[in-house]
């Protein structure tokens, strides 16, 4: 039985209305936990929230972090954040447009913060003498 080439150019208009209409989604979050919870994250030199702390990103690849809490030392680094596999081209087209359903991609990462040290009177003293060293030579 052959098929009238109408009613199959309609079908096949009809499937593809309907692919573009239920398109996928991908949704990726990035958490940041620290020790002690609280703690100021910043990424990419944008204040995010306090941790723990979820914000969703847009881009994979490097990320500059920075993370500070009172009477800790500012924890200054980066975090790659690997795309998953179906997010490697070609593949990242089909899930973000013709995959029927939503994805969510989540990355967590944590981080313990070192207390912070109060240097003593005499390092003190040793690091006024340095900086002013520094200064009187760089004026000469």
Known sequence: MTRHPAIRFRTTITLVVIAL?????????????????GALVFLNDEEVGRSPVSTDFTWYGDYDV???????????????????????????????????????????????????VTPGREELIERAEAVRDRASSENE
């Open 66 to 116: 920075a993370i500070r809490h009172p009477g800790y030392q500012t924890l200054k680094t980066h975090i790659p954040v690997l795309p998953p596999w179906y997010q490697l081209p070609p593949l990242d087209f089909l899930a973000e447009v013709f995959w029927p359903g939503h994805i969510h991609d989540t990355h967590t990462h944590a981080f313990t913060l070192a207390p912070s």
């Open 21 to 37: 209409a239920l398109p996928g989604c991908v949704r990726r979050t990035l958490t940041i936990r620290t020790e002690p919870a």
